[in-house]
């Protein structure tokens, strides 16, 4: 099992930057695909970025050239760096990571409670 604990949500103006931070912990041997989706009010959760165990990035249109998604295997942590913000970049972001219990097992998805972001002046 692994828990997902998201940080760094807030309220920013246009044009703000803010840094979320995801901890995951638990029993896993390791993290696979890491993440991050996001759900507005009245939308449905889309995946904003994700990064490969080898740190391989991938980014929805909206967000290239503005976010940054990293991680750091040996703290089992995933950060998504967030500048130029805009109003509707408002949302709830939520943390996911891909787990193993072994070596070359199945990844199991989980999924963190969520960070609320606000850009608004």
């Known amino acids: 099992q692994v828990q997902l604990v998201e940080s760094g949500g807030g309220l920013v103006q246009p044009g703000g930057s803010l840094r979320l931070s995801c901890a995951a912990s638990?029993?896993?041997?390791?993290?696979?695909?890491m993440g991050w989706y996001r759900q507005a009010p009245g939308n449905q959760r889309e995946l904003v970025a994700s990064?490969?165990?080898?740190?391989?990035?991938n980014y929805i249109d909206s967000v290239k050239g503005r976010f940054t998604i990293s991680r750091d295997n040996a703290k089992n942590m995933v950060y998504l760096e967030m500048n130029s913000l805009k109003p509707e970049d408002t949302a709830v972001y939520y943390c996911?990571?891909?787990?193993?219990?072994?070596?070359?097992?199945?990844?199991?998805?989980?999924w963190g409670k969520g960070t609320l972001v606000t850009v608004s002046s």
């Open positions: 990064i490969t165990g080898g740190g391989n990035p």
């Open positions: 996911y990571a891909g787990a193993a219990r072994y070596i070359s097992s199945p990844t199991v998805n989980y």
């Open positions: 638990g029993t896993f041997f390791s993290l696979r695909v």
